[in-house]
């Protein structure tokens, strides 16, 4: 399968506990975002990589969470200390270059995070 | 104000209707707009993009943009059940994409 592949499918953490959701972009992409997706709402977006670059952070909340896309290795999203309003959807996606008419997104399937 | 907006509630048509989406957006310099379909539980899919004014036709799916009043919508025609899904605008930003909040379809048989 040459899609973008993100796992885990489902993650149950307890409250305090961290989760580390990880997203393969698929062949070819070497841009990578990712996005929060509460129930009955919209994409939110949180972060865009590059190899080794964070690009654009601008959705992230300012504590608690990190992302990386090293060189070597599926992109990693942790969420340290997780809370019930936490648990969401959340989606990677990658691109060929900026997302753009010769270059939209493609998406995994998706992490469904469910803290108890 | 949101750079992307889908300001219309729950749409239910019934099969063989057009279904008609929209939505506005905020920055004139926007060149090109998505389309994703999200059928529930699922990941969003591309179905469209489109980036000239006017009208693009694929399909059953007709993408219209108008720049001047900053408004894109899609249209699907002889609307089937298995459209029923949310579809979500987006718009790219500084190399990432912007979505709305997007709109549930439900086309009843």
């Known amino acids: 399968n040459a899609g973008v592949m993100q796992n885990p499918r489902h993650l149950v953490r307890r409250r305090g506990q961290e989760a580390r959701l990880r997203c393969s972009p698929m062949?070819?992409?070497?841009?990578v975002y990712w996005y929060r997706q509460l129930p009955e709402e919209g994409l939110k977006f949180m972060v865009y990589?590059?190899?080794?670059?964070?690009?654009?952070e601008s959705g992230m909340p300012k504590e608690r969470f990190s992302a990386e896309f090293p060189k070597e290795g599926p992109s990693i999203l942790r969420i340290q200390q997780v809370v019930r309003g936490d648990s969401a959807a959340y989606f990677c996606?990658?691109?060929?270059?900026?997302?753009?008419?010769?270059?939209?997104?493609?998406f995994g399937n998706g992490t469904r995070l469910t803290v108890t | 104000q949101k750079e992307v907006e889908q300001n219309s509630g729950p749409l239910s048509v019934p099969e063989g209707a057009i279904a008609s989406l929209n939505c506005t957006y905020s920055?004139?310099?926007?060149?090109?707009f998505f389309w994703y379909r999200q059928y529930s539980g699922k990941s969003p899919e591309l179905i469209m993009f489109?980036?000239?004014?006017g009208d693009k036709e694929d399909g059953r799916f007709t993408a219209q943009l108008n720049k001047a009043s900053q408004y894109v919508s899609l249209l699907i025609r002889d609307s089937q059940p298995s459209d029923s899904a949310t579809y979500l605008c987006?718009?790219?930003?500084?190399?990432?994409?912007?979505f709305g909040d997007g709109t549930t379809l439900t086309v009843k048989p």
């Open positions: 996606a990658s691109s060929r270059e900026g997302t753009g008419i010769n270059s939209p997104l493609h």
């Open positions: 062949k070819g992409h070497s841009h």
């Open positions: 990589l590059q190899k080794e670059n964070i690009i654009d």
């Open positions: 920055d004139r310099g926007s060149q090109s």
């Open positions: 489109i980036y000239s004014n």
């Open positions: 987006a718009g790219p930003n500084a190399g990432k994409s912007t």
